[in-house]
Nanobody, 120 residues
């Protein structure tokens, strides 16, 4: 399984950014997809997930109303649209997939991460 993330970069506070993650080596339409992030000196945290249908999305409280996750099953791709970015959103963002449940960490597949830096 490969998850190729892209779209990170340096932006200013208030800007928007859209990441993308393209998956291969798994049946994409059967996988729940998600984004996690890890800021310097902190543990990796959940940001957003979307079910395999694209019907149910969940978000960490700090990004609700600003981030929106979506997927295109015909392109094996998942996107987070990140709006009104804040300096505290600065982190390495990781794409992840699971064919079972997010509760089982051993069942997760991970991408290589893409850096998002938000300047104030």
């Amino acid at each position: 399984v490969q998850l190729q993330a892209s779209g990170g970069g340096l932006v200013q506070a208030g800007d928007s950014l859209r990441l993308s993650c393209t998956a291969s080596g798994l049946t994409f339409r059967s996988a729940a997809m998600g984004w996690f992030r890890q800021a310097p000196g902190k543990e990796r945290e959940f940001v957003a997930t979307i079910d395999h249908h694209g019907a149910v999305a969940q978000y960490i409280d700090s990004v609700k109303g600003r981030f929106f996750i979506s997927r295109e099953n015909n392109k094996n791709t998942v996107y987070p649209q990140m709006n009104t970015l804040k300096p505290e959103d600065t982190a390495v963002y990781y794409c992840a997939a699971t064919l079972t449940s997010w509760g089982s960490e051993g069942s997760r597949y991970w991408g290589q991460g893409t850096q998002v830096t938000v300047s104030s």
